[in-house]
């Protein structure tokens, strides 16, 4: 079946610019994680919804950050006033289950965002 | 806070040869880790996890909570091993929230 996938997968933003990244969990997916990776560096967590609950945004770095999942599917983060510190991969995950089991995630291509 | 280290950013052996790749973790608790690989121009994928106490594609990691590592071995490295190689660990949280280390990147020569 079809994995996660993202959209858009490159982006180019102009400093100051407002963005939105797309994350398709796969479907039936109850966890979904939003991760940031910095070129040479290995992902960070941002946040984690269960459903349309986001139960963790703690890695959120300031809130110009911000993410949401409505309807318990599709995730949408969003950037406002974008910075060029903000340049990285975007990261989505999702994974079947909640609660105690930490079963797979499973990870989508990324959004690769460049802000000039 | 937890933490995850992998010393080696680059490693090099040639097919045939044994290869490690290192990854130590600092958690207060008793941690969950996982190897993550990314594969060329492929998204990041799921290797072996310590729980599953599994051997995927040769590899294996044993968890020495003495040495709080979870080093990842191959006795034969094959030139598909190639990858970026993250080492990740998952605590403090019954969601699964993954902290990763700077990752490895495999280079298996001919």
């Known amino acids: 079946g079809a994995g996660v996938s993202q959209s858009p997968r490159y982006k180019v933003a102009k400093r100051g610019q407002d963005v939105a990244l797309r994350c398709d969990p796969i479907s039936g997916h109850v966890s979904l994680f939003w991760y940031q990776q910095a070129l040479g560096q290995g992902p960070e967590f941002l946040t984690y919804f269960q459903n349309e609950a986001q139960l963790d945004k703690s890695g959120l770095p300031s809130d110009r950050f911000f993410a949401e999942r409505p309807e318990g599917s599709v995730s949408t983060l969003k950037i406002q006033r974008t910075q060029q510190e903000d340049s990285a991969v975007y990261l989505c995950a999702s994974s079947l289950l909640r609660g105690p089991y930490r079963d797979t995630q499973y990870f989508g291509p990324g959004t690769r965002l460049t802000v000039l | 806070a937890q933490r995850v280290t992998q010393p080696e950013k680059l490693l090099s ?8 790749l ?6 207060s608790g008793s941690p969950e880790l996982f190897w993550y690989v990314q594969y ?17 594609k040769g590899f294996t990691a044993d968890l020495n909570k003495g040495e709080t590592s979870f080093h990842l071995k191959k006795p034969f490295a094959q030139e598909e091993d190639s990858a970026m190689y993250y080492c990740a660990l998952a605590g403090g949280t019954s969601y699964g929230k993954l902290t990763f280390g700077q990752g490895t990147i495999l280079t298996v020569h001919p």
Do not use: M, T, W
């Not at chain 2, 052996?13 to 044994?18: D, E, H, R, S």
């Open chain 2, 22 to 27: 290192k990854c130590n973790y600092s958690y």
């Open chain 2, 13 to 20: 052996v040639f097919k045939g040869a044994p290869v490690e």
């Open chain 2, 40 to 56: 060329s121009r492929q998204r990041l994928q799921l290797l072996l996890r310590h729980i599953s106490r599994e051997s995927i």
